[in-house]
């Protein structure tokens, strides 16, 4: 089975700063995807950042970028020049590459509450 | 285009009520997942349906919890004899097929069980 870690609960930055957001999977698979979502107050799930695991290059959305480290299965999600907007519990997820007849479940870590000081 | 709507956004009920909880997908989208959120916790998959289908409810408690996706109308989520660990918020998502990475994600009903 396949199980995502999130071993920071909370985290603080000050605005314009740069942090990075650590999360480690286990997973016996070889295709899969890994995901950040953000969960601001109003509890809606954003898409933030997405990585295809057959691919080497680390994914990048204007300030987003991700370090993903196959062997080491690790993915950590750095936010450069940091928002008051930015506050949020982000979650890092997995889901198995889709074959058919397979449901493709997100598979969500604990969650880390990232506040961004003024 | 509208997004996915779930309804209500927030329901309280009483011990031993019943709880519907409604999920109508992006237009286009064949393909409902549920997941919960308990306090404190990342979401946890519950349940994924197609149109008249269930596909895999290996994420649903084994008593009072069913869930639908009628031909017309809401994915449904129905919790029978609601007790108060059934307290948590409820997303759905959807997607256009089975095999998509791609899942847009509802608002959320908050379930609180008093």
């Known amino acids: 089975a396949q199980t995502v870690t999130q071993s920071q609960p909370e985290m603080s930055v000050q605005e314009a700063e740069t942090v990075t957001l650590s999360c480690t999977y286990d997973?016996?698979?070889?295709?899969?995807?890994l995901f950040w979502y953000k969960q601001p107050p109003s509890r809606q799930m954003i898409l933030v950042i997405r990585?295809?695991?057959?691919?080497?290059q680390n994914a990048t959305e204007n300030r987003f970028s991700v370090n993903f480290q196959k062997a080491a299965k690790s993915f950590s999600l750095k936010i450069s020049d940091s928002q008051l907007g930015d506050t949020a519990m982000y979650f890092c997820a997995f889901m198995k590459h889709g074959l058919r007849g397979a449901t493709n479940k997100l598979i969500f870590g604990t969650g880390t509450l990232l506040a961004v000081q003024p | 285009n509208a997004g996915v709507m779930q309804n209500p956004r927030h329901l309280v009920r009483r011990r031993g009520q019943e709880a519907r909880l409604r999920c109508s997908p992006m237009k286009g989208h064949s393909h409902v997942y549920w997941y919960r959120q308990l306090p404190e916790e990342g979401l946890k998959f519950m349940v994924y349906?197609?149109?008249?289908?269930?596909?895999?409810e290996s994420g649903m408690p084994k008593e009072r919890f069913s869930a639908e996706f009628p031909k017309e109308g809401p994915s449904i989520l129905r919790i029978q004899q609601v007790v108060r660990g059934d307290s948590a918020a409820y997303f759905c998502a959807s997607s256009t097929s089975g095999n998509s990475y791609e899942q847009y994600f509802g608002p959320g009903t908050r379930l609180t069980v008093t």
């Open positions: 990585q295809e695991a057959y691919k080497q």
């Open positions: 997973t016996s698979e070889n295709n899969y995807y």
């Open positions: 349906l197609q149109k008249e289908n269930i596909i895999d």
